[in-house]
């Protein structure tokens, strides 16, 4: 997918934990772009799994 300057979209992901994985947890998902700057962003993402 691309993007232009300004346009937006939506990310949508699904993260599946184990029966003994609850309590916080820190995702980082990387995304590629063509900036030349900067080739990639992360997305930080955090959770606290309630088993």
Do not use: I, Y
Not at 13 to 26: A, L, S
């Amino acid at each position: 997918m691309t993007l232009n300057p300004g346009q937006t979209t939506k990310l949508s992901m699904q993260f599946m934990m184990h029966g003994d994985m609850g309590g916080k947890h820190h995702f980082r998902v990387h995304l590629k772009t063509n900036d030349p700057a900067q080739r990639e962003q992360a997305v930080d993402v955090l959770s606290n799994w309630v088993p």
